[in-house]
């Protein structure tokens, strides 16, 4: 399984960027995929999570009205996007695009099994 993250970048708040994450060799019918961040001196939280069995959707509470996460699936080929907008400085973080085989997976780091290296979002104030 390989997760390859893309479309971070230096922004300025009020801006919008979009993440998104191509998941390959990831044969598994049922799952759940998201996206967590981490900035400097703090731990790895889940920004937005999603199940492929209804599409439930979580976000951190931060975030709510201004991420919106969606997927298209392919065979043993998922895509997840990341909208971001109205973005702030606080949101600065590596963000990391994550898969786990169980699609009722809890939006934790912890719980997910599949990982891709991050990719860098600076919002400037």
């Known amino acids: 399984v390989q997760l390859v993250e893309s479309g971070g970048g230096l922004i300025q708040a009020g801006g919008s960027l979009r993440l998104s994450c191509l998941i390959s060799?990831?044969?598994?019918?049922?799952?759940?995929i998201g996206w967590f961040r981490q900035a400097p001196g703090k731990e790895r939280e889940g920004v937005s999570c999603?199940?492929?069995?209804?599409?439930?959707?979580?976000?951190t509470d931060s975030v709510k009205g201004r991420f919106i996460i969606s997927s298209d699936n392919a065979r043993n080929t998922v895509t997840v996007h990341l909208q971001m907008n109205s973005l702030k400085p606080e949101d600065t973080a590596l963000y990391y695009c994550?898969?786990?085989?169980?699609?009722?997976?809890?939006?934790?780091?912890?719980?997910?099994?599949?990982w891709g290296k991050g990719t860098q979002v600076t919002v400037s104030s």
């Open positions: 060799g990831f044969p598994f019918d049922n799952y759940a």
């Open positions: 994550a898969a786990d085989r169980v699609a009722t997976t809890p939006c934790r780091s912890f719980w997910y099994e599949f």
């Open positions: 999603i199940s492929s069995t209804d599409g439930t959707a979580y976000y």
